[in-house]
């Protein structure tokens, strides 16, 4: 959605700052709509976690412990094991909201994204450190800090970044930020000393696999957005408005009841009377954190096997 067809709202000041680092989450976040990116990263409500989010984070525990195990046991069986290990201890952390069609689509969706994995490649033929696992990344351009995290590096001959997504390949221009998100962590490594040669983006559930060069001109524009979105950030706090993107996402936003833009007479966001309507919508606010790489254990799930 162009700024044109986004609604400028204004909050109040509540003396948050910005976080002091921009991760590719976030300037995604704020892409899709930057009054959503206030209401967490900024004044800190907590969305819960959604059932995308949980296989996501299922799928990807999976295959990082598959890729930490010895080459010749990075097998289906030992994969497999993994996800039914990786399993119950999620929904047990979940079961206050997860029914027991949440937790069918579970097991079937994360089966479906490691039946995906195997068909696209063979884990016992990559040569890979642990250290280019959930490597983190770190990185200053022109004076605005990077941080995030890639799901894996390898160097086969080609260095080349990768990053699973459990979802199908989406249209060109979801597909462009994907892209630019994985250009970026490749222009924050060449910071650091490590020329990645090429990106790629594995979609499990479609068996899809998209790579790219690390053309100059890729990283350039990465870097370019990274430092345009800071900006707007920065005008938007300082300005007290932030824009909203009213749309089909909204049916799934965690914010949506306390919106000005989509719900007539919301109060004004960082009010008390907003601040009430998220309490009782049970959201919680966090303090802000340093960036951690913990990865939350899991133990056993009857998930289904391998055909």
């Known amino acids: 959605m162009s700024d044109e067809n986004k609604v400028a709202v204004q909050v109040l ?55 930490k195990i010895k080459q010749e046991n990075r097998t289906k069986d030992a994969a497999w094991n993994l996800l039914r290990t990786n399993g119950e201890d999620i929904i047990n952390q979940n079961s206050n909201w997860l029914t027991e069609i949440d937790i069918e689509n579970l097991k079937e969706k ?3 994204s490691l039946k995906g ?51 199908k ?59 345009t979105t800071r900006r707007k950030m920065d005008s938007s706090l300082t300005n007290l408005s932030w824009l909203a993107s009213p749309g089909s996402a909204c049916k799934s936003c965690s914010f949506v009841k306390a919106c000005p833009a989509k719900t007539n007479k919301a109060p004004t966001p960082g009010s008390s009377a907003s601040d009430e309507i998220l309490n009782g919508l049970n959201l919680e606010k966090r303090e802000r954190t340093k960036p951690t790489s913990e990865l939350t254990g899991m133990e056993m799930l009857p998930f289904g096997e391998e055909n």
């Not at 022109?142 to 699973?164: A, C, N």
């Not at 630019?180 to 790629?200: F, I």
Request: proline share 5%; net charge negative.
């Open 110 to 112: 994360s089966a479906e």
């Open 169 to 227: 390949k989406p249209n060109s221009q979801y597909l462009t930020d994907s892209l630019r998100q994985v250009m970026l962590y490749a222009a924050g490594l060449k910071e650091n000393g490590v020329e990645v040669n090429e990106v790629e983006l594995i979609y499990l559930p479609g068996r899809d696999r998209v790579r790219r060069p690390t053309y100059k001109s890729a990283l350039d524009r990465a870097i370019q957005h990274l430092v």
């Open 117 to 167: 994995y195997f068909q696209l490649e063979n884990p016992a033929d990559l040569v890979i450190s642990l250290d280019d696992l959930e490597r983190p990344v770190t990185a200053i351009f022109d004076s605005v800090k990077l941080y995030g995290r890639l799901d894996r590096m390898t160097r086969d001959g080609v260095i080349r970044i990768t990053d699973y997504k459990t979802s």
């Open 13 to 67: 000041d509540i003396g948050k700052s910005l976080p002091n680092h921009v991760s590719p989450s976030q300037l995604s976040s704020f892409d899709r709509c930057s009054l959503a990116y206030w209401f967490s990263s900024v004044a800190g409500w907590r969305e819960p976690s959604g059932l995308p989010q949980i296989i996501g984070t299922l799928v990807h525990n999976v295959l990082e412990n598959l890729l």
